[in-house]
């Protein structure tokens, strides 16, 4: 594998499911980034990673629980989501944060419906 | 505050020339990106360019930085069939030490046979 995975690409759940997103980096980078892409919306970032600690949370709900074991993988856990989450999930890595190019490197996706 | 703007939509012929353009907000940004999403995949970075540079060229692409103003665009020559996807531009705050990128709504590039 190469560059930056997701799993699953799809997930459908209802709203009272608890679930898992995966994302694994084979870029030795410590950097490591969740966004949500929602359609007629820009990019909103939820939570950035360096060496495994989290250094920013962008007001995200609760019901969003990221967790980054090591530098190479980060979880976004989910529970008692909403509809209005449904989105894609968009996960990514850089370097880390003290280089001076930030440049990111975006994984495929999970593409989440919540009924 | 740090602002990235961009024309929703693009409609060309193929072969023609595309130019997407946009603007930022943050005068000290370092660098500036611009990414390519197809339908169903995440952001690919297709090139950057340094703030103190005012063009980069890449095969087809080509980038032009006017800092003064705070614009940047992202030319394609030949545009083919396969260069539709949405275009995003994004930029690197300088006053940011958090790896944060400020991405700009996109533009959707439609080519037309």
Redesign the interface.
């Known amino acids: 594998e190469t560059g930056v995975t997701q799993t699953p690409r799809h997930l459908v759940m209802g709203m009272t499911n608890k679930k898992s997103l995966k994302c694994e980096q084979h870029l030795g980078h410590n950097a490591m980034y969740w966004y949500k892409q929602s359609a007629k919306k820009p990019l909103e970032l939820m939570f950035v990673y360096n060496f495994k600690e989290q250094t920013e949370n962008n007001s995200v709900p609760s019901r969003f629980s990221p967790e980054c074991p090591n530098s190479s993988h980060l979880f976004l856990h989910l529970h008692t989501l909403q509809p209005e989450d449904s989105a894609l999930y968009l996960c990514a890595s850089s370097q880390d944060l003290a280089a001076k190019r930030h440049e990111q490197f975006f994984g495929p996706g999970t593409r989440l419906t919540v009924l | 505050g740090e602002d990235v703007e961009q024309s929703l939509f693009l409609s060309v012929r193929e072969g023609d020339s595309s130019v997407i353009n946009c603007t930022y907000t943050d005068s000290s940004s370092?660098?500036l990106?611009w990414?390519k999403q197809e339908p169903?995949?995440?952001?690919?970075?297709l090139t950057?360019i340094f703030s103190n540079m005012d063009m980069k060229q890449d095969q087809r692409l080509t980038v032009l930085l006017n800092k003064k103003d705070k614009h940047l665009s992202l030319r394609i020559a030949d545009t083919q069939t396969g260069d539709s996807a949405i275009y995003?531009c994004a930029e690197?705050p300088g006053s940011s030490?958090?790896?944060?990128?400020i991405?700009?709504?996109?533009t959707t590039l439609q080519v037309k046979p």
């Open positions: 370092t660098y990106y990414y169903g995949a995440g952001l690919q970075l950057y995003f690197s030490n958090t790896g944060k990128l991405f700009g709504q996109g």
